[in-house]
């Protein structure tokens, strides 16, 4: 799956045969005006060409301003934005919220669309319909051009067991929470087995990870950051990671991770870290309230 990767631009073959660039820009949490707007920036001027954003994240704007801003050919970059809980009651609702966040970001298309999120609170005694109604809009805009690939996030098995039953696209992204401290082996694999590729947010850990003793010392070891260190082991581990940040030094440096390589003395170190960290949130236990406002 993985193309030889020697730089941001190169590639990881989708089931699907587009290609996506082995690191994402995250912009969870950045602030739509400046704070996104400077962020975005200052990720294509380091080389990013694969931007991760989201209607919920209330930054579509801010960051499709800064994609008009740049200069750089659409075609050259890949975006990526998700489908959130209470715009999909139903399939024309997540046409309409397709349509809602391409007027924000100001593009005519996506390179990948996702659902945020598989089991909302208020439609948690019916998800398995939400998500086949909204599924099969999905592949409508798939059809359509408008989304270059469509997939989910925070899917677990049962999530997508349930959605292969009336899918006639296959996902071919599950966006996971995925560090050296919750490495999620029972989804990868699933993924895997099913030409899934897995996409790592929050890939340092929410900033949990960047203090831990053992990816302190490997950092010193290779004289990287711990952040390089992280990156790093998702990009040998064939993940795709989705590194964040608002400050410009760090967001360069989290590019830089090509250079070098970890040692198998460093994975059995990282991967031993399994389960001592943040562990992901479970679909069925969170209760994210339906009216968080995002709209810009």
Do not use: C
């Amino acid at each position: 799956m993985l193309i030889k990767a020697n730089k941001l631009t190169d590639s990881y073959t989708l089931a699907n045969n587009n290609e996506i660039p082995v690191i994402g820009f995250g912009t969870w949490q950045s602030a739509n005006g400046e704070e996104a707007y400077n962020a975005v920036k200052w990720a294509l001027e380091a080389g990013y060409r694969h931007l991760d954003t989201a209607a919920v994240y209330g930054n579509e704007t801010s960051v499709g301003q800064a994609i008009k801003d740049s200069g750089i050919d659409r075609e050259d970059l890949f975006i990526t934005t998700k489908l959130w809980n209470y715009q999909r009651n139903s399939y024309d609702d997540t046409l309409h919220a397709f349509s809602d966040s391409l007027t924000r970001l100001g593009l005519s298309y996506v390179d990948l669309y996702l659902i945020h999120w598989p089991e909302p609170i208020e439609y948690r005694d019916h998800w398995q319909k939400l998500n086949a109604d909204s599924w099969q809009a999905m592949e409508t805009i798939y059809q359509d051009g408008r989304a270059h690939a469509i997939g989910v996030s925070n899917f677990r098995q049962k999530h997508l067991d349930e959605l292969f039953k009336t899918a006639k696209v296959a996902p071919m992204v599950n966006q996971i929470f995925l560090n050296p401290g919750d490495q999620e082996k029972s989804i990868v694999g699933y993924n895997k087995a099913h030409q899934i590729l897995t996409e790592a947010y929050s890939p340092l850990g929410t900033g949990n990870l960047l203090k831990n003793a053992a990816i302190v010392k490997i950092a010193a070891k290779h004289d990287r950051s711990a952040a390089q260190i992280l990156i790093r082991w998702n990009l040998e581990h064939g993940y795709l990671p989705l590194p964040k940040s608002t400050h410009k030094e760090f967001i360069q440096s989290n590019a830089d991770v090509f250079d070098f390589q970890l040692d198998d003395e460093d994975h059995l170190a990282l991967d031993q870290l399994d389960g001592q960290e943040k562990q992901h949130t479970d679909p069925h236990e969170h209760n994210f309230h339906k009216t968080v406002a995002f709209l810009d």
